[in-house]
């Protein structure tokens, strides 16, 4: 249903983006975004959209670095990441959300390290 791509390894203050491709329609769900987690923490949210509107949230660890673009037109999102730091590192999740149920994607590793 979620196919994610992107990720991977960069220096502090390099960027990174993030896809996610829904493969049932984007249309189908009611939110989409990402979370994030370490081993040992909580997922804890990274970005979210209501895809029938224009609200976007951006959690505040990622306000001015981290940039959300709609593709509707091949049922995708994506995360730009910039200005990395090494707490950023976790493995990201897209989800969609549809009437309070989430489902979710494989998973991709980011890794900012010097």
């Known amino acids: 249903q979620l196919q994610a791509s992107g990720g991977g390894s960069v220096q502090p203050g390099g960027s990174l983006r993030l896809s996610c491709t829904v493969t049932d329609g984007i249309w189908s769900h009611t939110g989409m975004g990402w979370y994030r987690q370490v081993p040992g923490k909580q997922r804890e949210l990274v970005a979210g959209i209501i895809v029938a509107g224009s609200n976007e949230h951006v959690e505040d660890f990622g306000k001015g670095r981290f940039f959300i673009a709609r593709d509707y037109a091949n049922n995708r999102l994506h995360l730009q990441m910039n200005n990395l730091k090494p707490e950023d590192t976790a493995v990201y999740f897209c989800?969609?959300?549809?009437?309070?149920?989430?489902?979710w994607g494989q998973g991709t590793q980011v890794t900012v390290s010097s």
């Open positions: 989800y969609v959300e549809t009437g309070g149920n989430f489902s």
